[in-house]
């Protein structure tokens, strides 16, 4: 005959074996503080203890978020800048490759662009224009032409013409106030 344990008949739903609890015996928490009757389990402790920390760390991080020097200004300085850039991009592509000032000329020029760029994308009222279209074009075919052969390789004739071309565009385009 078979023994009882075996003869029992199976349970629809496992229950998990016991386990010995880490908890301490006392709360975490006082039970001034407390809302309820029940304890506070150490997951909901510790979500809101991290959601202390972070909303507190974040009005300590936020107010130096935006640097006030990444705004711009003014159309005036818009236009401004823009043309100092085409300067520097004119005169670093038509640099001789011989010369011993390129590799110094592309790392401005890149600088200049980075900060152009980071400058004004974020601008709702220029992204339409005609002159910032252009010149982002421009400034990222010669900055991944730069960052993919090197400072010293020349830019060859069909990309150095579309480039000044599209300097001109844009240059053109600022005159009109586009």
Do not use: C, Q
């Amino acid at each position: 005959m078979a023994s009882p344990s075996l003869l029992t008949p199976p349970t629809t739903k496992r229950t998990p074996p016991p386990v010995a609890s880490s908890l301490p015996s006392k709360p975490l928490v006082s039970s001034a503080t407390m809302t309820s009757a029940r304890p506070i389990a150490r997951r909901e402790l510790a979500i809101s203890m991290a959601a202390g920390v972070l909303s507190t760390s974040a009005m300590l991080i936020l107010p130096a978020a935006a640097p006030p020097a990444a705004v711009a200004a003014s159309d005036e300085e818009y236009v401004r800048e823009t043309s100092e850039v085409i300067g520097k991009v004119r005169s670093t592509i038509n640099m001789d490759r011989a010369d011993p000032n390129v590799a110094a000329a592309v790392a401005d020029l890149r600088e200049a662009s980075n900060v152009w760029v980071a400058k004004y994308r974020r601008e709702k009222a220029l992204l339409g224009r005609t002159s910032f279209r252009d010149m982002y074009s421009a400034l990222n075919a010669v900055s991944g032409h730069y960052i993919s052969f090197g400072p010293t390789a020349p830019i060859p004739a069909k990309r150095k013409a579309r480039i000044l071309e599209e300097m001109d565009t844009a240059e053109k385009a600022l005159l009109r106030g586009r």
